[in-house]
T-cell receptor, first 112, second 111 residues
Framework: NAGVTQTPKFQVLKTGQSMTLQCAQD?????MYWYRQDPGMGLRLIYY???????DKGEVPNGYNVSRLNKREFSLRLESAAPSQTSVYFC???????????FGQGTRLTVV | EDKVVQSPLSLVVHEGDTVTLNCSYE??????LLWYKQEKKAPTFLFML????IEKKSGRLSSILDKKELSSILNITATQTGDSAIYLC???????????FGGGTRLMVKP
């Protein structure tokens, strides 16, 4: 039982390059989330998907796009990476009812 | 816009001390409040609170929610060096199950 799987774990990009962060869950949860965490700070919500077929902006959506491919998968795309997007990215999943959120192990992204 | 604020930002204590971490929120259609501990990697779940005044307890950690004051506290008694971490508070709303985190409290416990 893998839970929440993020790929890749580490990535270095040059400014202007694009990439997609992948997140897959086998917990059959409806809601999925993408957060970024900068050094010494909390988690800031980029985008979330309350259920398959829906996506909504969070606190810091600029420079990102998402796709809820199916119930299991929620991807985050950087179309033109910038140094300000250097961060650790976490994917999380949660059921709509009162349950905890489960996290992937994170992707450390550096944009040079 | 949902907002979660944690205080203090950071805290340094010695082993054996008791600490209280605070979380306040402004959320449309509150559903639940969650506490997480984060060491080196992904946050790990501590508590979920939905009802006011009911304390949740796990070993030396406890937490309580005050819906009237829109706040929660996390208490850690007899702190140990292994309690050193970032403690995160999050609030889930009913509108689309949005989950908003606060900025965290960085706790350092010295021997």
């Amino acid at each position: 039982n893998a839970g929440v799987t993020q790929t890749p774990k580490f990535q270095v990009l040059k400014t202007g390059q694009s990439m997609t962060l992948q997140c897959a869950q086998d917990m059959n949860h409806n809601s999925m989330y993408w957060y970024r965490q900068d050094p010494g700070m909390g988690l800031r919500l980029i985008y979330y998907s309350a259920s398959e077929g829906t996506t909504d902006k969070g606190e810091v959506p600029n420079g990102y796009n998402v796709s809820r491919l199916n119930k299991r998968e929620f991807s985050l795309r950087l179309e033109s990476a910038a140094p300000s997007q250097t961060s650790v990215y976490f994917c999380a999943t949660k059921e709509v009812m009162n349950t905890e959120a489960f996290f992937g192990q994170g992707t450390r992204l550096t944009v040079v | 816009e949902d907002k979660v604020v944690q205080s203090p930002l950071s805290l340094v204590v010695h082993e054996g001390d008791t600490v209280t971490l605070n979380c306040s929120y402004e959320v449309t259609n509150f559903r639940s409040l969650l506490w997480y501990k984060q060491e080196k990697k992904a946050p790990t779940f501590l508590f979920m609170l939905t009802s006011s005044g009911i304390e949740k307890k796990s070993g030396r950690l406890s937490s309580i929610l005050d819906k009237k004051e829109l706040s929660s506290i996390l208490n850690i008694t007899a702190t140990q060096t292994g309690d050193s971490a970032i403690y995160l508070c999050a609030v889930a709303n009913n509108a689309g199950n949005m989950l908003t985190f606060g900025g965290g409290t960085r706790l350092m416990v010295k021997p």
